[in-house]
Each structure stands twice: as structure tokens, then as C-alpha cells.
């Protein structure tokens, strides 16, 4: 970003002061998207709003602007790539602006997509946190909401979709030209524009104010797995479910009208909350087999889109500081929602597991920073949008449901609606709410959660005499559970537990509460019910109960939180990383939960426990035991169980670092020898395993030809890509960490995949000898290419060596780097410490 582009907290905040925006109207033609060599498209804006200042200015970045009027006069264009000035303003003011915008292939802006099935054009946008701007001239911030009306000209039998509903269609030279009605107040990050020869399949939601449409979509190729095969269907009945949760829970109905849902081509979220036209990646498209967990994940970020019609929304904080006000409640909504409403039990079992593992990892990280954090940029806004802010806020708010309950806390919010509908809010009016309903005083909680870095860890110390200690580090204030567990024959069951609000340091948990069985427990588990945000750290005998028999525990919150602890010990180095992987060997194949089974797969498979935590000595060995752990599970899982789908996943990603199956591999694929009863050999799972051929010189470009004319899909031909990258050639490796950083043609789905290709197997000693290019190119590449760009090459080029010496030259030596670039670069530093640091206290083999 320009230093003009990356707009700041306080001159937006001055912004705001002297202007009142009322209405934008929006015209973009995207007749010439379908030209092979299509860049740019016509935009324009006009903007009326009332005004105590005389000047100020629009954002823009595209190609050019080429006309100003100011209340009906012309202006000199006064533009600098970024910002349009506009003077001689009045109480009252129409300003318009027209220009010309660029496409983008980055995921930021107007995204264009060619689908190289049919040749067909997909167009879709994507702003969040400030690239409405690159599409249209606006005012980018939150606070400035307005009341938008799109017109939209596009090619002949395409789709045509906005937030709002479609008002009138008529035909112009070369197309249509469609004309949306005007929405209800909104911010410019959650405006949107999809265009495109999209399939979809209608629905109605019958609401309390009278039917609402509802909608699916995707492109026409993928037809046969959403819009054909029925899938779509599925999604309705969450949404109508969901409509009619939050519409009752938050105490009022839906406010946006149509409820579009599209699914969309190299996307780089999960989703994204657009009223009216919410974006979700094709991840969620499944084209072959996808287990209960997958649907799950489907499940709740639909309805964690939807509780943004609310949260954020309806309700929409000032500024990104507040980004936890819509971020933090839309995932723990997600998962409330998906328990209640969505069909799915174990929702919680899930978010225990995945959602606040990623909170607990970047809690620990020294760029952590509170829930209610300190945005004085935009380019600090977009980095944000990371585990403290979405998972750990949403384990917070779990926490003060417990804390001040459930009914409390949705009067409180109906209170909130009610308050600041279509307005802009701050933690104190959230607070406001909750207070006058639950009657709690909740500034000293809210200072110990949402305005502190960190977390407590949780453990029971035993004494002599069976009394139970329970400790916490950095005290807070929590309401939790410790379970009590001992062994009958080989099974772990629950005999008791204790429940608790602790804040200090030490607590003693009284034996009769639990029927005096504490001082044979053997098994300790705080925070058995997952209740609050802490991390769990077993005991000594605790930690030998859990690995003779943590699958045999009937609960599954409960064992989510003892797999979460065993994992937080292994990073730490407390825990060996051989010993984990025997856990896993162990009891990984007779765990019932498909995500628990997932992240397990995944914490322990050769890109982490093994890649990580292994000393380079034994993780060959290593690597090759897992695989044979991971064939055997494979063959010995139900046919077709979401069990045998995991383990042949867990197949393909160690069969990357190790070959020793790599004859039944390529035997399989090739249709010479059978695969296990039941195993979908869908396309992700092929590409998946010639992958890890690739990787470990087992697969030639024969095969790798074959399996693309198999599969000629974008998602094939991006995993090509990869397979193609993955070659163990060290010239082969050297042509794609190149064109990475040099290609500026690669989309951001295929730089994904050449720098997976690039990664793929662990081999470090083809790449290490482009360590210091890498710091020499990561500065240049911040600034002249698009954050999300240089995020990716940043993160994923960064040099997994043996020493921190590099890394720390160079941020001494960049002190004045963009503070977002420095963020980054530390925050891959702090991982490689954390590896070199664990391996080197595994013991010797």
C-alpha cells in the first residue's frame, strides 16, 4: 500500500466529524469482462451528503478517475492513485465520480475469474476491510454508512446480483443493464456486486414480515456437486433454520430482504457477510466425499455469516478496533447456532478442538494482542482478522454467557439491536446492554478478558493426603468444571466433578463435593466442560491415564479438551513429540468425533509433529512409522466410514515426507490394484496422493499428465500446479520459489499452490539456498504488491533453517519496516524458536 492508500484510525475519525453521508449511487459496466484480455471496467459514484467542511476527499484505486463535479460543477481531477480531493463543499453536497477500475486476480476488489472448463467469466467482490475502493469511488470506512443504489451492466444471460434485490431489467448494446433497490443503511466493506453465468437454486423463507427469497449459487461446472445433486438443499434447511434462531434470539426479524448465498471461485476467505449476498469459498462445494465434520464447518460458517446480519451489520462497530464486536460474536453465534438450530450436536466439540486451538496458538504469540486491540491503520485491520479476534473473543463471550447467563445475555443484545440499529457502536454500548439486563457489573470482566493479552493456564497439584490444588497463571476471573476420571479395567469414566468460579492464584477444590473420590482420580481435568479460555496442563499421572486411555472417554467435550492439552504440552516441549505420535497411533483410530479424529490426524502427520517437533535425526524414521500407522488405520477403518476418508487424507500428507508406500500408492491410482472397500477415490484425494508422489520422486510427468486430463477442472488444474512444483529437483523447486515472487500473472489460489509445491515433503535442502534472497525480496514485495499477495509470500516462503540468526538480522536491520511486514516476519521467527526449542528437548532415541 501507498502511504495515502493505508488510511488511519484518526484521520478517518475527522473524516466523520465534518460529513454526513446519506445516499451513493453506483454504476460499474462489466460488458468487456468476458474479453479474453479484459483489465478494466467503467465505475462511477455519486455521493450526497451534508458537510460542516469545505474539503475532503473520496477513495479510489483503479486505473483512472476522469471526471469530477462537485454539486453539479466540474472539478480539476485531483487524484494520487488512492485519494480524490474534492473542494469548495456546501451544507449539502452531491459529488460525483467517474473512473475507470481494474480487475483483480488477487481475491481484493472485482475479482475475475475464466473457468477453464467451459471458458465461462465469473466476476465477484470482496472488500473487507477497505477494497469497496477499488471498485467504486467511496467514503472506506465503517462509520460512514449509507443508504446504496447499484446499477449493474453485464453480458446477456449472466447473472446479475447485488445486496439488494433486483428493481428493473432492461437491454442496452451488448447486454443488460440491471437496476437494484436501494438498501437499508450500510457500510461500504459490506456492499458487493456478483456477476456471472452462475447456477442457481431458488427458496423461500417463510418469515414473520412474509416470505423472503432465498438463493444458492455457483458456477455452472460445479452444478452437478451443489445445484444437481441436491446439496443445495441442505443449505436451505440451515438457513431457514438459522433466519428463524437469530430472528428470535436477537428480537427482530432479518432486516436485508433476499437472502443470496454464492459460492465462489478463488476465494480467500471462508466466507463473507454481505447482506442480502453472502460470498463462501468453493471449499464448500464437495466434489466426492466429505465427512460429518466438513458438513458441520458448512453449517456453522453459514450461520456465522448470518449472525453478521446483526452483529456487524445492523449493528457495525466505529472503527477496526472494534472488529471483536461483529468478528468474536459471529463465532461463538456460529456455534451456538449450529447446536441449536443447525442440526449439528457437537458443534462445540468442534470449536473446543479447532477454534480455540488456533485462539491458544496466537495468544502465545509475542504479536498477540487483547480482544478489544489497538487498529491505528488499515494495514494493522487486515491482520486482525486472526485467532485472538475471532476464537478467542468467541471463547470469551462463551465464558460470559456462563457468567452472567444465557437469558441475561440475549435480552442483552435484543437491547443492543434495539439501541443502535443501523448505527455504529463501541465496547461501552455493548456493555451498556448487557449490564441493564443481567444487572452485572461487567467493567472489571471486561478489563480481565477483553483488554489483556494472554492466557491463564490451568493445573491441579495432589498433596499427600489427596487434597486437589487447582492453579492458574495470570489469574482471571472463570466459571468452569474439574472433571474428576478413574479407571474401570481399561475405560476412564467420570466419577465427579467440581464446579467453580475461581480468580486468584490457588483454589482448593473440598473432596466431599465430589463424594470423596478426588484422591483416587486418575485422571484431573480443568476445564473439562470447556467452558472458559485457559490452557490445561495435565499432572504426571493425569498425562499416563490420558495415553493408556483418552479414546475410552465417554464425552466428547472431554476428550477435546484432553487431545487440546496433549497438543499444548507437545509444543511446549513438555510433552515428547514420539510420545504424542503414539498417542495418536493409539487412540486416533477408535476416536468417534470426525473432527476430533481430523485435528488429530493433522497435529500429528508430517508437516507438524514430525516437520516441527521430531529432531532432524529421527524424523525420517518418524515420518515413515507414521505412514505405516496411517496405511494400517487406513485398511482397517468401516468401508466408507468419514474415519477411512481421514485416514486416507492422513495417507497422502505422510506419504510426502516418506515412500515407503509409494508402490500401493501409484498401484491405486492407476487402477492396478484396489483401494480400500468403500474409499471414494474422489478428485482432492488423488491430486492429494500424487502430490506426495511427486514430492518423493515417484511420480512422472506421465502420470501427473494423466491425472489433469482425469481432472481438468480449476481446482485440477491448480493442484497441477502444485504437483508439478513439488518435483525433489532442486532446478525444478528454484523455477517456482522464482516464480512466486516474480510472476505477477499467478493468481492467489495458484501462488498457493507453487509455494505448497515448493514446501512439499520438508525438503529444506532444495531451498536453502534462497535464504537470504528471501530477506532480501520480503520489503520490496510489501510494497509493491497487494497485502494479501505479500502476506502469502511472506508466510510461506519463510526459511524453515536451523538458526534464528537471519531472521534476526534482519529485523534489526528493517526497524522502520511497515509495521504489518515486521508483525509477520516476527511472528515466523517466534514458530521457528518454538521448533528449534522443542526439538531440542526431545530425548535422546
Known amino acids: 500500500m501507498t502511504s495515502t492508500a493505508n488510511l488511519t484510525r484518526d484521520e478517518t475519525a475527522a473524516r466523520a466529524a465534518g460529513i454526513r453521508l446519506k445516499t451513493v449511487d453506483v454504476e460499474v459496466d462489466l460488458r468487456g469482462a468476458v474479453s479474453r484480455d479484459a483489465a478494466t471496467f467503467a465505475t462511477s459514484s455519486t455521493l450526497t451528503f451534508e458537510a460542516s467542511v469545505d474539503a475532503t476527499w473520496i477513495d479510489f484505486i483503479g486505473a483512472s478517475v476522469d471526471e469530477v463535479t462537485v454539486n453539479g460543477a466540474p472539478q480539476p481531477v485531483d487524484w494520487d ?78 447473472e446479475v446480483l447485488s445486496n439488494g434485490a433486483e428493481a428493473a431489467r432492461e437491454p442496452v448494446d451488448g447486454g443488460v443493464r440491471v437496476a437494484f433497490a436501494e438498501t437499508l443503511p450500510l457500510s461500504s466493506y459490506i456492499t458487493a ?102 458438513h458441520e464447518g458448512r453449517a456453522n460458517t453459514i450461520l456465522h ?10 449493528a457495525t462497530m466505529r472503527w477496526w478496533d472494534d472488529l471483536w464486536l461483529k468478528e468474536s460474536f459471529a463465532d461463538f453465534s456460529g456455534a451456538y447456532a449450529a447446536v441449536a438450530a443447525g442440526g449439528f450436536p457437537d458443534a462445540w466439540v468442534t470449536f473446543a478442538s479447532r477454534r480455540k486451538g488456533w485462539a491458544y496458538v496466537q495468544d502465545q504469540l509475542p504479536t498477540t494482542h487483547p480482544i478489544v486491540a489497538d487498529i491505528p491503520d488499515l494495514e494493522a485491520a487486515k491482520l486482525n482478522f486472526d485467532g485472538i479476534t475471532y476464537a478467542k473473543g468467541a471463547s470469551v463471550l462463551k465464558q460470559l454467557v456462563a457468567f452472567v447467563g444465557e437469558d441475561a445475555f440475549f435480552r442483552g443484545a435484543r437491547r443492543y439491536f434495539a439501541e443502535h440499529a443501523f448505527g455504529n457502536t463501541t465496547l461501552a454500548d455493548l456493555l451498556d446492554a448487557l449490564e441493564a439486563e443481567s444487572g452485572r457489573d461487567l467493567r472489571e470482566w471486561s478489563d480481565a478478558w477483553l483488554q489483556t493479552t494472554g492466557m491463564s493456564r490451568l493445573s491441579v497439584s495432589r498433596d ?12 482471571r476471573p472463570h466459571r468452569l468444571t474439574v472433571g474428576l476420571y478413574g479407571f474401570e479395567g481399561e475405560r476412564l469414566v467420570r466419577r465427579g466433578g467440581v464446579e467453580l468460579d475461581i480468580a486468584g ?66 509444543r511446549d516441549g513438555d510433552l515428547p513429540a514420539a510420545r504424542y505420535l503414539e498417542v495418536v497411533a493409539r487412540h486416533a483410530p477408535a476416536e468417534e468425533n470426525a473432527a476430533l479424529l481430523a485435528d488429530a490426524l493433522a497435529h500429528a502427520h508430517a508437516q507438524f ?145 507453487t509455494i505448497a509445491g515448493v514446501r512439499a515433503g520438508g525438503r529444506r535442502d532444495l531451498v536453502a539456498a534462497f535464504d537470504d534472497e528471501y530477506f532480501a525480496r520480503i520489503r520490496p514485495a510489501w510494497t509493491d504488491r497487494s497485502i494479501e499477495i505479500a502476506r502469502r509470500l511472506v508466510v510461506g516462503l519463510f526459511p524453515a533453517s536451523q538458526s534464528l540468526d537471519a531472521v534476526d538480522a534482519w529485523l534489526a536491520a528493517n526497524a522502520g519496516a511497515p509495521g504489518a511486514l515486521r508483525r509477520l516476519v516476527i511472528e515466523q521467527r517466534d514458530g521457528l524458536a518454538r521448533d528449534l526449542r522443542v526439538r531440542a528437548a526431545q530425548p535422546v532415541a
Open 81 to 158: 492513485g488512492s485519494r480524490v480531493r474534492v473542494n469548495g463543499l456546501a451544507a449539502h453536497n452531491v459529488v460525483a465520480v467517474r473512473g475507470t477500475g481494474r480487475y483483480s486476480t488477487s481475491g481484493e476488489g472485482l475479482h475475475r475469474f475464466r473457468d477453464p472448463v467451459d471458458d465461462a467469466v465469473y466476476l465477484y467482490t470482496q472488500y473487507e476491510p477497505a477494497d469497496s475502493r477499488r471498485v467504486y469511488p467511496v467514503f472506506e470506512q465503517p462509520d460512514l454508512k449509507a443508504q446504496w443504489r447499484f446499477v449493474v451492466v453485464a453480458p446477456d444471460g449472466w
Open 193 to 294: 456486486v456478483a456477476a456471472g453465468p452462475y447456477r442457481r437454486v431458488d427458496g423461500v423463507w417463510d418469515g414473520p414480515d412474509g416470505p423472503v427469497p432465498l438463493g444458492v449459487l455457483c458456477r455452472a461446472s460445479l452444478a452437478e456437486y451443489l445445484v444437481d445433486s441436491g446439496d443445495a438443499e441442505e443449505i436451505l434447511g440451515i438457513t431457514r433454520r438459522g433466519l428463524d434462531f437469530f430472528g428470535e434470539a436477537f428480537g427482530r426479524p432479518y432486516p436485508w430482504g433476499k437472502y443470496d448465498q454464492i459460492f465462489v471461485p478463488e476465494y480467500n476467505l471462508g466466507a463473507m457477510e454481505n447482506p442480502g449476498l453472502v460470498t463462501f469459498t468453493e471449499r464448500y462445494v464437495f466434489r466426492g466425499a466429505a465427512t460429518v465434520a466438513q
Open 609 to 753: 509433529a514430525i516437520g516441527h517437533y521430531v529432531a532432524g535425526a529421527d524424523r525420517s524414521a518418524g515420518a515413515a512409522a507414521w505412514l505405516e500407522t496411517a496405511w494400517r488405520a487406513l485398511w482397517a477403518a468401516p468401508a466408507g466410514s468419514d474415519a477411512q476418508l481421514a485416514w486416507a487424507r492422513a495417507v497422502g500428507a505422510a506419504a510426502s515426507r516418506s515412500d515407503g508406500r509409494a508402490a500401493e500408492i501409484a498401484a491405486i491410482l492407476a487402477g492396478s490394484a484396489p483401494a480400500p472397500e468403500g474409499l471414494r477415490l474422489d478428485p482432492e484425494l488423488r491430486w492429494d496422493w500424487l502430490v506426495a508422489l511427486a514430492a518423493t520422486g515417484h511420480a512422472g510427468m506421465a502420470e501427473v499428465d494423466a491425472e489433469l486430463a482425469r481432472d481438468g477442472s480449476a481446482q485440477g488444474r491448480t493442484a497441477h500446479r502444485t504437483v508439478l512444483a513439488a518435483r525433489p529437483d532442486a532446478e525444478v523447486r528454484a523455477r517456482a520459489w522464482h516464480a512466486a515472487w516474480e510472476d505477477e500473472s499467478l493468481t492467489n489460489d495458484h501462488l498457493d499452490a
Open 505 to 570: 492464584e490457588r483454589t482448593t477444590l473440598e473432596a466431599p463435593a465430589v463424594g470423596g473420590v478426588a484422591s483416587i482420580a486418575d485422571l484431573i481435568v480443568p476445564n473439562d466442560d470447556d467452558r472458559t479460555y485457559a490452557k490445561v496442563i495435565l499432572d504426571e499421572r493425569s498425562t499416563d491415564a490420558a495415553v493408556r486411555a483418552l479414546s475410552t472417554i465417554d464425552d466428547a467435550l472431554a476428550r477435546a479438551v484432553v487431545w487440546a492439552a496433549l497438543w499444548d504440552a507437545t
Open 464 to 475: 499427600e493426603d489427596g487434597v486437589l490444588t487447582l492453579g492458574q497463571s495470570d489469574p
Open 305 to 314: 455469516e448470518m449472525a453478521h446480519m446483526w452483529f456487524g451489520d445492523l
